[in-house]
């Protein structure tokens, strides 16, 4: 016999997942209707996106150059763009931001073979604005920075990506693992190992 | 830290759930990151400098605007390719000759059904068919009803053909 209460619990919890990932569908749609109307979609990403670039490329030319082709791109081929309800449901599942992160991630590889003879910026450059009330303060949260990121870009490449989607662009295991193309138990432990190893790294720079 | 005998999937789990609460509590702006007995306190530690350290950055207005307006020119020029045309399909429509009216080379020995390109030809379609509506009005109505100016025109253009003959030899 049919257990209802549990029924009903599980599909209440599809359907508010479902309407989480799918939240651009509006925005989506008006885009496709009026090519215009992607800019609603570009403001509401390029943040994002252009973090994503910048953490994996470490230079922040390269990651406008990779945040420009990523929505270049993704507004030129919006109308191949299928809205799935889950990213684990397989290989071309994915909502917008999954789609578009995915892209980005194409565009990123393409920008890194293209600046590989040139040397990256310190991403330490890029810590919080110091607003000069305190700079003995300012520059030890500045090395304390430096530090996380350094034990961050020793991860292995798809632990590193995992690590920036879910800190930096607060993606959801699930989304994550639309983007990388990976299941979201494999994510959840790629994360679990990057932080185990992030905390080795910091505890032993103490 | 994995504790030995304890499935390495469940303390991902539990590392995920902990994550979860931790980037719910930033985006509430909680002022003390929440607490996991269960779950060693050196990966605690570690995500709550992640979360702290790995500031998100921003690119710069002028490439915020710049790439704006590159995307509203992509943008522009595919919405001027469907009005050329070039998606257009064909389909077929019927067209009765009886409520068409008669015309020259309507034999009437066809179905009354011809193809009919759609879409991106839509409107310079609408704007032939009022062009020959507008000819044929033209042609059927009487000379006595033209206004002072066609009447003038048509007698320069008489006195023109007129001469041309003469030079031709044929009057």
New interface residues.
Partial sequence: MARPVFGRGNEARATSRITHLDRDRPLVEAARA???R??AL??RY??QV??FA??ELRD?HA??DA??RT??SA??SLDRFEERARPADGDGASTFRVWLFRIARNAIATERRYRTRHPATDLAA???VPDGSDPEAEAALRD??A???RA?AKLPADRRRA??L???D?MS?AEIAGVLGRSE?AV??L??RA??S???D??RGR | ??FPGRD??V???R??RY?DSL?AAGDRRASHAPADAAL?S??V???N???R???????SFR??ER??L???E???S??LAPAAGGEGSVTTLAVHRAEAGDGPGDDGGDDGIHPLLIRGALTSAALSIAGAAYVAWRRTRPASNASPMARAVRAARAGRVRAANARAGLD
């Fill in positions: 009026d090519p215009q992607f800019d570009y403001r390029l943040a252009y973090n910048f953490y922040h990651a406008e945040t420009e929505f270049l507004l030129a890029a810590g919080a304390e920075a530090e996380a990121w961050v690590v920036v879910r800190f930096v607060e295991t138990g959840r432990v994360l679990h932080l185990r992030v905390a080795g910091l505890t | 830290m994995t390495p999937e303390d991902a789990l590392t995920d994550l980037l060693d050196s990966l530690a570690a995500a400098r992640l979360r350290d790995l500031v998100r950055v921003h690119p490439f915020e790439l704006a590159r995307l509203a992509a943008a522009a595919m919405r």
